[in-house]
């Protein structure tokens, strides 16, 4: 079957703009997580989404948000970027919470720079 | 907060030497998980461990669990250079099965042919 997968796999922005990006996950999956990657920083939780709800969040500003439809797609929103911003963005996919023993699917993830 | 540490951040070998990554959480973990990620890629899901003490092998690859379920380890015999990536281990937050997976800060293996 096919991946999780995100669009767009690039996006360069401005320093104060704001960005959205999505993930389809794998059919069946109701859990989608969002993972911050910068270099030597290992992955920085985002926020969990299950069943279109919020269930878990990370230790980020309230200009990171999210939200998850029905189908269980995924969208991040970031806004007023800051230069810091720039980083890999991950989700990921899972049968059910990403705390219970199911294994997550990463997708390819989204590279932001804002320059 | 829990966390969950590893150990070491980076490691570099000669193709054929073998390698171990630590990962210590601070408090008992229910499962751990362990993922791998190639330079330029994303993290794919290697292997599960539940049960106390559990060793479980992958070919070269050997996990292990602890008996307190608070660490775990990542053992690579003779190490190819297709082994070279980061090492992430992974574990549910307190409160399991509505709490979120922690990833340790991962061991990013580089190996010289």
């Known amino acids: 079957k096919a991946g999780v997968t995100q669009t767009p796999r690039y996006l360069i922005k401005t320093r104060g703009q704001q960005v959205t990006l999505s993930c389809s996950p794998i059919s069946g999956h109701r859990s989608v997580s969002w993972y911050q990657q910068t270099p030597g920083q290992g992955l920085q939780f985002l926020f969990e989404?299950?069943?279109?709800?919020?269930?878990n969040k990370g230790n980020f500003p309230g200009r990171f948000s999210g939200r998850q439809f029905s189908n269980s797609r995924s969208e991040m929103n970031v806004s007023t970027l800051e230069l810091g911003d720039s980083a890999l963005y991950l989700c990921?996919?899972?049968?059910?919470?990403?705390?219970?023993?199911?294994?997550?699917?990463f997708g390819p993830g989204t590279r932001l720079t804002v320059t | 907060g829990q966390q969950v540490m590893q150990i070491p951040q980076y490691q570099h070998v000669q193709e054929g030497e073998d390698f171990t990554t630590y990962c210590n959480s601070s408090t008992t973990l229910s499962n751990i998980q362990w993922y791998k990620q190639r330079p330029g890629g994303h993290p794919v899901f290697l292997i599960q461990?539940?049960?106390?003490?559990e060793v479980k092998k992958q070919k070269r690859l050997t996990f292990q669990f602890g008996e307190a379920k608070k660490n775990s380890s990542l053992h690579i015999t003779a190490t190819q250079t297709t082994d070279v990536g980061t090492y992430f281990c992974a574990g549910p937050g307190a409160t399991s099965n509505t709490g979120k997976l922690i990833f340790g800060q991962g061991t990013t293996l580089q190996v010289k042919p």
């Open positions: 990921a996919s899972s049968l059910a919470l990403s705390g219970s023993s199911y294994e997550q699917y």
């Open positions: 989404y299950f069943s279109e709800t919020q269930r």
């Open positions: 461990l539940v049960k106390s003490g």
